[in-house]
C-alpha cells in the first residue's frame, strides 16, 4: 500500500510516511512530536523524554512482529505519555492508557449510589434526580426535618438542556441545597458541561483560559483565550451545592469542576479529579489505524494546566464498610455540607 498523509485540521499536511513496520512507528512518533500539546509539561512533571522514547521504540526489532505485536508496541508508545486523551485505534483494539483513575480508590459504589436515588427518580436528559427527605438533631439538640434535591450526571455525552434544568430546579424549589454527584462521569459534549454549569452563576465569570497549537515545537502555542461562563435567562439556583467528585471525573467533567470552583454557593467535595485537560483531536497512521491525542491545553483561571486533575474544596472518601450497610459516607458528607 501507498503511504498515507497525515492530515489535521488547521495544520499544513506532512511529508507521507511509508506504509512499513518501522514507517507507522515512525509516523506516530512525529504524529505527536509535532502536534501533541503537552510534550513540554510531560517532560517536567513525569519526566518523559520524547525523543529517547523515539529511540527505544524504533530501535525495537520490528521485522519479528506481526501486526498484533506491531499495535501494542505503538499502544505502549502512546502509553508512556499517561494521557487518557491519547488512543490508538484499530479494528481489533483500542490503545489506551487509564491509570489516572485505575491507580486510585474509586470513591463510588453504584449499587449504593442507586439506593439513595431509588427507582422512582425522574430523567430530565442526562440527569437523574429525586428529593433526599432528611431528619436529624441540629446543634440546638432540636429535631429537625428538611429536603435536599440529588442530581446524578453520569456523563456528559448525554443532553443537558436548559430547559430540563429549569424543571429540576422546580422540582426541587423547597429544597435547601442540591447535592450535584458527577462521581465516574468520564466527560462527553463540553456544550453540556457549559450549559449546566451556566445556572450556578449570577454574573458572567471568568473560569479559565485555553490556548493552540501554532507551529510544530513542542511550545509554539497562541496567546492564552479567556473563557467565561455566562448565565442564561432561565432560573438560576443561587443556594448551597455540592459538587461531588472521583478520579473518574474525567475531560469535559474536569471541565465542570473547574467552572463550578468559580460558582459563588458551590463546595466542591471527594477526591481529586482526573483530568483529561486538552481538547482531543483525530488523525491516521499509513496502515489506516486512527490516532487520538491531546491538541489544545486548557487552564484555570490561574493558567494553570488542568490535565492533572482539580483538587475539591473538602477531601472525602468512600467508607467500602459502611457501603457494606447501604451507607454512601460522600453522600452523607455533601448533606452535612448543605445542612
Known amino acids: 500500500m501507498t503511504g498515507l498523509m497525515l492530515l489535521l485540521a488547521g495544520c ?9 513496520y518501522v514507517g507507522n512507528v515512525d509516523a506516530l512518533w512525529h ?3 509535532e502536534h501533541y500539546c503537552f510534550l513540554s ?5 513525569l519526566g518523559v523524554d520524547w525523543k529517547e522514547v523515539r529511540g527505544r521504540y524504533l530501535t525495537a526489532r520490528l521485522d519479528t512482529m506481526n501486526a498484533y505485536n506491531l499495535f501494542d508496541h505503538c499502544a505502549a508508545m502512546l502509553s508512556e505519555l499517561k494521557d487518557g486523551h491519547v488512543n490508538l485505534y484499530s479494528s481489533a483494539d483500542v490503545g489506551r492508557n487509564w491509570s489516572w483513575r485505575e491507580d486510585y480508590p474509586k470513591n463510588l459504589d453504584v449499587e ?3 439506593s439513595y436515588l431509588g427507582t422512582k427518580y425522574k430523567i430530565a436528559g442526562g440527569l437523574k434526580y429525586r428529593i433526599l427527605e432528611r431528619e436529624y438533631v441540629n446543634e440546638k439538640g432540636q429535631a429537625v426535618k428538611d429536603s435536599v434535591g440529588y442530581v446524578v450526571c453520569e456523563s456528559f455525552s448525554s443532553a443537558v438542556s436548559h430547559t430540563g434544568i429549569n424543571e429540576v430546579f422546580y422540582h426541587f424549589i423547597d429544597c435547601k441545597g442540591i447535592i450535584l454527584d458527577i462521581r465516574g462521569n468520564g466527560g462527553g459534549n463540553l456544550d453540556n458541561c457549559t450549559v449546566l454549569s451556566s445556572h450556578f452563576f449570577e454574573k458572567k465569570t471568568h473560569v479559565g483560559y485555553m490556548s493552540h497549537k501554532t507551529g510544530k515545537g513542542w511550545d509554539d502555542f497562541s496567546s492564552l483565550e479567556p473563557e467565561y461562563i455566562t448565565p442564561p435567562e432561565y432560573i438560576r439556583w443561587l443556594r448551597p451545592v455540592v459538587v461531588l467528585t472521583n478520579r473518574s471525573c474525567y475531560s469535559a ?3 465542570f469542576v473547574r467552572n463550578m470552583k468559580h460558582a459563588p454557593y ?3 467535595a471527594g477526591d481529586r479529579t482526573g483530568g ?6 483525530n488523525a491516521e497512521l499509513p496502515c489506516g489505524w486512527g490516532v487520538r491525542f491531546s491538541a489544545c491545553p486548557e487552564y484555570d483561571a490561574d493558567g494553570v494546566v488542568v490535565e492533572h486533575g482539580i483538587d475539591p474544596d473538602v477531601v472525602c472518601s468512600m467508607d467500602t464498610e459502611k457501603a457494606k450497610d447501604g451507607v454512601d459516607t460522600m453522600i452523607e458528607t455533601a448533606l452535612s455540607l448543605i445542612e
Not at 41 to 45: A, D, E, L, P
Not at 276 to 281: D, L, N, R, T
Open 12 to 20: 499544513v499536511s506532512e511529508e507521507p510516511f511509508e506504509n512499513t
Open 31 to 33: 504524529l505527536i512530536d
Open 41 to 45: 509539561y510531560k517532560k517536567q512533571t
Open 112 to 114: 449504593v449510589r442507586e
Open 253 to 255: 467533567a474536569n471541565t
Open 266 to 268: 458551590v463546595i466542591v
Open 276 to 281: 483529561g485537560g486538552g481538547m482531543p483531536f
